[in-house]
């Protein structure tokens, strides 16, 4: 079992900044591929960011060059700094990880079904 607890979600003017971090609780097996997520009213989730165990990093191109993810191993946590934010930036974010196989930070991305723990979400609007 693995427990994710998300954080940082909130409000801000577009063109703001956020940092939502993703806390591991507890863990009976070691996460690997971690990544973070969204989904909007009415809109299918979609990758947003991910990591994988050697650190590599894969983002969708809409979040290109604006967001970071990054991970403390000592203290059990990913973050994902998100600059120049916009309002199609809104969205209940979430964290995910997955523990039974390897895999790439492209294959996290886009395998957001091949994740086997999820958190529950934050919530990031972004107003103009």
């Keep these: 079992q693995v ?3 998300e954080s940082g979600g909130g409000s801000v ?3 703001g900044s956020l940092r939502l971090s993703c806390t591991i609780s507890e863990y009976t ?3 690997r591929a971690m990544g973070w997520f969204r989904q909007s009213t009415g809109k299918e989730r979609e990758g947003v960011a991910a990591i994988d165990e050697d650190d590599d990093t894969s983002y969708a191109d809409s979040v290109k060059g604006r967001f970071t993810i990054s991970r403390d191993v000592a203290k ?3 973050y994902l700094q998100m600059n120049s934010l916009k309002p199609e930036d809104s969205a209940t974010y979430y964290c995910a990880t997955q523990v039974r196989a ?3 930070a492209y294959q996290a991305l ?3 079904v091949f994740m086997d723990y999820w958190g529950q979400g934050t ?3 972004i107003f103009s």
């Design 76 to 78: 059990n946590t990913l």
């Design 102 to 104: 390897r895999m790439t």
């Design 29 to 31: 097996r070691t996460p």
């Design 3 to 5: 427990e994710l607890v």
């Design 123 to 125: 919530l990031v609007t």
């Design 13 to 15: 003017q577009a063109g």
């Design 110 to 112: 886009k395998g957001s």
